[in-house]
């Protein structure tokens, strides 16, 4: 998570909690902690909600699907956010720790492969992301995959990745590894926007993260299944119908069904005015909106 969001996340749960103070109302806070991917529109959920219903206070933090999770487990959260399923290890922890884990869909999101902008390379398979990442690939060179990046010297491929507590690191390697190893010398980086960052500064790089941290300054591989085969690029549109290879669900995790003040927020999350809030932030929502 980003300085700048821990800021605005801790101004507003001060503020609020300092009104709350003042004013003689006692107001509630939930916790939500996890996904970097899901990071920027939880933010903007906590910040809408506060018009919603002012006497509830949303303290958002990230750190990663794993660290939410872990929390979840820990019993310190109220709801974590996970941009990956929870794990049959994960969810037997929790339930030995007296925890009940449920599942709630509250999105979906293309995983977007980031060139560099002077990157001739416009497709890319998923049996070719594999040869690139995984451990033994021989995709050592952009020549390798039949071009020249301006540039980078030597053509070496610099792989940009995740750290392992993350939820999109984990769902890559799933889906496009096999669940086998990655590539040693891969660049792990702790948040999405830092991936883009890299690649956008890289001629060499190659780096995978949600759809909503592409930005104009670099560029965006059109995925296909198969080598050779049609691809399909990323969007709101191609995550939502499955048409993308590498589309994914996104989550949000509490401690049995949620009632009360955190029901009430996630039914909300739910509704067409948080759907259209992860709408607006580049995810494709988890039911059919009409948005203004």
């Known amino acids: 998570m980003s300085s700048r969001s821990s800021l605005i996340a801790l101004l507003i749960a001060s503020t609020a909690l300092a009104s709350a103070c003042g004013g003689g109302e006692q107001r509630q ?11 920027n529109v939880a933010q903007a959920w906590a910040e809408a909600y506060q018009t919603v219903n002012p006497t509830v206070v949303v303290a958002v933090s990230g750190g990663g699907s794993g660290t939410g999770i872990a929390s979840l487990i820990n019993g310190t959260v109220d709801i974590a956010n996970a941009s990956r399923a929870i794990k049959d290890k994960e969810l037997k922890l929790a339930q030995d720790n007296g925890q009940d884990p449920k599942q709630h869909v509250v999105g979906f999101d293309a995983l977007a492969v980031f060139l560099h902008a002077d990157n001739p390379l416009d497709e ?4 070719q992301l594999a040869d690139i990442y995984g451990d033994g690939g021989t995709s050592l060179l952009w020549t390798d995959l039949g071009v020249e990046v301006p540039g980078c010297q030597g053509q070496e491929i610099v792989v940009v990745s995740r750290q392992n507590n993350s ?25 999405s ?21 592409a930005t104009d300054h670099v560029k965006l591989g059109c995925v296909a299944q198969e080598t050779g085969g ?7 549109e191609t995550a939502l119908d499955g048409s993308y290879p590498i589309a994914r669900p996104l989550f949000m995790y509490t401690n049995g069904e949620p009632t009360g003040f955190v029901g009430d927020y996630l039914n909300w999350i739910k509704s067409d005015e948080g759907q259209c809030i992860i709408l607006d932030k580049g995810y494709a929502p988890a039911t059919e909106v009409s948005c203004g």
Do not use: W
């Open 29 to 39: 806070v939930i916790q939500n902690k996890g996904s970097d991917t899901l990071v």
């Open 124 to 127: 890319i398979s998923i049996e």
């Open 167 to 191: 939820g999109t690191y984990a769902y890559f390697r799933e889906a496009v590894l096999g669940k086998a190893d990655f590539k040693l010398g891969t660049r792990d980086m702790h948040g």
């Open 193 to 213: 926007k830092d991936v883009v960052d890299l690649v956008e500064k890289t001629p060499c790089a190659i780096g995978y993260s949600g759809l909503a941290y």
């Open 230 to 236: 049609a691809c399909t690029n990323p969007s709101v």
